[in-house]
């Protein structure tokens, strides 16, 4: 069945530092990719998306790239502030649109 | 803000005790999800509903957990004779109806968080 296995945190760095979380995932067809963000006591967040390949999803300096042959979708940020702290979800929707697989989550804590 | 509504935002229950979580989705949307997160682990999918049907319960135990969507009022996850371990973060989103593929995202509520004494 449809799965996203993404890198296991927790994951710290230092302001400015250049991030990476690893998101891979298996799936028949051509599945619609998300990444989430989950801030401290709240829900989660849509933080962009993908829906074919070669698509790049952007949003707050954010960036993954939807690669079919490399089955990912790799988060990626030049320069981390501490307000990116949070836990990071990525997520992948199948074919029928109307089931959502998540993954564990990566926590980041970015330390000035 | 018509955004996806949960409460409470928090509940005490004894063991044994039944546990009622509600979930309003976003105006229009037809698709309710349930999720439960537990402390250091991730989301985990429990069951999917649309208006009056089950979709989907393949994450839902077998026993003392059950939940509706029905065609009037908000989306309800009932749990029965709660024990320490249903403990956790209970969260709803919802999405729109889909006629064709949904590209689109699911949208969040704050999340209910359930403590079992």
């Known amino acids: 069945g449809d799965s996203v296995t993404q890198m296991e945190g927790p994951v710290t760095l230092s302001e400015e530092a250049f991030l990476t979380i690893n998101c891979t995932y298996t799936a028949t067809g051509y599945p619609s990719l998300f990444w989430y963000v989950q801030y401290p006591g709240e829900g989660l967040q849509l933080l962009l998306k993908?829906?074919?390949?070669?698509d790049k999803g952007s949003n707050k300096g954010f960036e993954a790239t939807y690669r079919k042959e490399t089955t990912s979708f790799h988060l990626e940020k030049g320069s981390v502030q501490v307000s990116d702290s949070a836990v990071y979800f990525c997520?992948?929707?199948?074919?029928?649109?109307?089931?959502?697989?998540f993954g564990t989550g990566t926590s980041l804590t970015v330390i000035p | 803000n018509a955004g996806v509504m949960q409460n409470p935002r928090h509940l005490v229950r004894r063991r044994g005790q039944e546990a009622r979580l509600r979930c309003s989705p976003m105006k229009g949307h037809s698709h309710v999800y349930w999720y439960r997160q537990l402390p250091e682990e991730g989301l985990k999918f429990m069951v999917y509903l649309q208006k009056e049907n089950i979709i989907d319960e393949s994450g839902m135990p077998k026993e003392r957990f059950s939940a509706e969507f029905p065609k009037e009022g908000p989306s309800i996850l009932r749990i029965q004779q709660v024990v320490r371990g249903d403990s956790a973060a209970y969260f709803c989103?919802?999405?729109?109806?889909?006629?064709?593929?949904?590209?689109?995202?699911?949208?969040f509520g704050e999340g209910s968080r359930l403590t079992v004494l």
């Open positions: 989103a919802s999405s729109p109806a889909t006629g064709t593929k949904n590209t689109g995202e699911l949208f």
């Open positions: 997520a992948l929707s199948g074919n029928t649109g109307n089931q959502f697989y």
């Open positions: 993908a829906t074919k390949a070669d």
